[in-house]
């Protein structure tokens, strides 16, 4: 109890700042927007020509804004599940409620199963080189944390990160955005279904563990 009293304005302060963070980031998007205009592709759905394209690309694969995640090669479950939780408010961090939640708000299931199979058709993102503490995070990911009593990342979510179902592809994602997803897990500000044991591993993962594992699966 006394946890939850201590870490409520924490809570609040690290919100306001991804809030600034994400309004600044709003900015650069709708720049990016306009130079990504031209990629838009005819054999993609209209629903991701007309209203993803712009912030996560047709095919899902680039722009390499670090708040904006990769979704090539995405499950198309998990896809759906992601837009599903956008949609009823339960996925509610920043750059959900900022970005998502707009576009999410208007989308049909029928929409949100045609953009999900789009992009889980996608190939696999291009990976990231690997950064100076990828090996620690390699293990992590391999071997969980046993002290600290965290399963393998591979044990749920594939050995090469590829994920299937319920657990999200995380090989070849931006950094950056595993970083902040796991600090919106452990924040509780990421309550959709299926949510709860990552609540957990986030809350018992140090910053240094969670950089170093992030830099490992994005170079996959
Ligand atoms: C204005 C920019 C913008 C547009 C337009 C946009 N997105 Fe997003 N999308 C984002 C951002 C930013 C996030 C990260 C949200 C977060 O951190 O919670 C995101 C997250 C997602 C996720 C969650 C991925 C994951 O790994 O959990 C899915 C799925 C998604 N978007 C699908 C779509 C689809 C489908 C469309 C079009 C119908 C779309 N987005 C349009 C910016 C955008
Ligand atoms: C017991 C199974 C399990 C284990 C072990 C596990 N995860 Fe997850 N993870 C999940 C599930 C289920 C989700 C989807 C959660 C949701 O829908 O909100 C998820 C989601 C995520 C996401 C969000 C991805 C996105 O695109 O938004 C990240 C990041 C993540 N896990 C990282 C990790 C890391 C790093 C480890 C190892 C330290 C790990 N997970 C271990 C089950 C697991």
Known sequence: MSTHFISRPKRNMN????????????????????????KAD????????????????????????????RLSAQNQSYIEAQLKAFRDGSLSDPAATIYMWPIAQGLSDA????????????????????????????????HGIVKA?????DSCHGAKAEGSGIFPRL???????LIAQMRYFRLGLRN?????????I???????QISAVAEYLSSL
Request: aromatic share 6%; with cysteine.
């Open 111 to 142: 929409q949100i199963q045609q953009a999900a199979a789009w992009f889980a058709s996608q190939s696999a993102p291009t990976p990231f080189p690997p950064g100076s503490s990828a090996a620690e995070g390699r293990d992590i990911s391999m």
């Open 15 to 38: 919100a306001s700042i991804y809030a600034l963070a994400g309004l600044l980031s709003l900015v650069l998007c709708l720049q990016s927007a306009a130079a990504q205009a031209q």
């Open 171 to 177: 090989a070849g994602q931006n950094a950056q955005y």
């Open 192 to 200: 959709e279904n299926n949510s709860e044991v990552m609540k957990r």
């Open 149 to 153: 009593d965290i399963p393998s990342c």
């Open 202 to 208: 986030g809350l018992q993962m140090t910053d240094a």
């Open 42 to 69: 005819s054999s993609a759905p209209q629903i991701v020509s007309t209203s993803c394209y712009m912030c996560h690309t047709a095919n899902g694969n680039t722009l390499d804004l670090a708040f904006i995640p």
